[in-house]
C-alpha cells in the first residue's frame, strides 16, 4: 500500500502561481511513477502531468505545457507540481497519484493508488 497526502491547493487570482505537494508513505517511493490529475466540477479526471520514477523524464498536458512544472525528490517521497500563470479554467480538484511502474501513464485506471485531492480555486 502507498498513502498519499496532497496539500498546497487555495484561492490564487488569474495569473498566480502555486505549489502542490503530495507526501507518500508505506512503500518505496522510487519504484512508482507520479502523476497530477485534476477533476472540474461535473468533469472527468484528467492528466495534467507526469513524471518517471527516476525524475528524469517528465510529461505534461497541453494546458499544462510552459506553465506548470512537475517535480520530485525521492528523498523526501514528494512529488510537487508548481503551477504558474494560473488561469480561472484550472480551477479544479487536484489529485496526486501513484503507479509502481517506471513509466507514465495518461489514464486514471493505470494509477492504484490516489491522493484525497487538494482544490485549486483561481478567481478574480
Known amino acids: 500500500q502507498v498513502q498519499l497526502v496532497e496539500s498546497g491547493g487555495g484561492l490564487v487570482q488569474p495569473g498566480g502561481s502555486l505549489r502542490l505537494s503530495c507526501a507518500a508513505s508505506g512503500r518505496t517511493f522510487s519504484d512508482y511513477a507520479m502523476a497530477w490529475f485534476r477533476q472540474g466540477l461535473g468533469e472527468e479526471r484528467d492528466f495534467v502531468a507526469g513524471?518517471?520514477?527516476?525524475?528524469?523524464?517528465?510529461y505534461y498536458s497541453e494546458s499544462a505545457k510552459g506553465r506548470f512544472t512537475i517535480s520530485r525528490d525521492n528523498t523526501e517521497n514528494t512529488v510537487y507540481l508548481q503551477m504558474n500563470n494560473l488561469k480561472v479554467e484550472d480551477t479544479a480538484v487536484y489529485y496526486c497519484?501513484?503507479?509502481?511502474?517506471?513509466?507514465?501513464?495518461?489514464?486514471?485506471?493505470?494509477?492504484?493508488?490516489w491522493g484525497q485531492g487538494t482544490q485549486v480555486t483561481v478567481s478574480s
Open positions: 513524471i518517471k520514477r527516476t525524475g528524469d523524464s517528465t
Open positions: 497519484a501513484a503507479r509502481r511502474s517506471a513509466s507514465v501513464a495518461l489514464t486514471t485506471p493505470l494509477y492504484g493508488y
